[in-house]
């Protein structure tokens, strides 16, 4: 069973910045694509951002500019680096795995999932 365990969630100001971290067993490191959703309460899970494995990278419009991801190789762990952030990004936040992507959005693409961290910002 393929475990991702996502770090680094919790309460930020508006404006302030926070890193999640999600850790992936190295045999899927090179091969699969990881993204980041989210789901504030009532609403549904969105797709945040996502890199390849060469390192392509695609981003949500209401985080462009603010929200980086990436991969840290040596520790088979993606980031997701969020500044300025706003009451609006409050949410579970997860870490996924896809083996192909035909949209980078959609969730039922990703096959892994961790259990979420939550981040919550105060104005």
């Known amino acids: 069973q393929v475990q991702l365990v996502e770090s680094g969630g919790g309460s930020v100001q508006a404006g302030g910045s926070l890193v999640l971290s999600c850790t992936t067993p190295?045999?899927?490191?090179?091969?699969?694509?990881m993204g980041w959703f989210r789901q504030a309460p009532g609403k549904e899970r969105e797709a945040v951002a996502v890199?390849?494995?060469?390192?392509?990278?695609y981003y949500t419009d209401s985080v462009k500019g603010r929200f980086t991801i990436s991969r840290e190789d040596a520790k088979t762990t993606v980031h997701l680096q969020m500044s300025a952030v706003q009451p609006t990004d409050t949410a579970r936040y997860f870490c996924?795995?896809?083996?192909?992507?035909?949209?980078?959005?959609?969730?039922?693409?990703?096959?892994?999932w961790g259990q979420g961290t939550q981040v919550t910002v105060s104005s």
């Open positions: 996924a795995a896809a083996s192909d992507l035909f949209n980078w959005r959609q969730a039922s693409e990703y096959l892994y």
């Open positions: 190295s045999y899927i490191w090179n091969r699969y694509r």
């Open positions: 890199i390849y494995p060469a390192g392509k990278t």
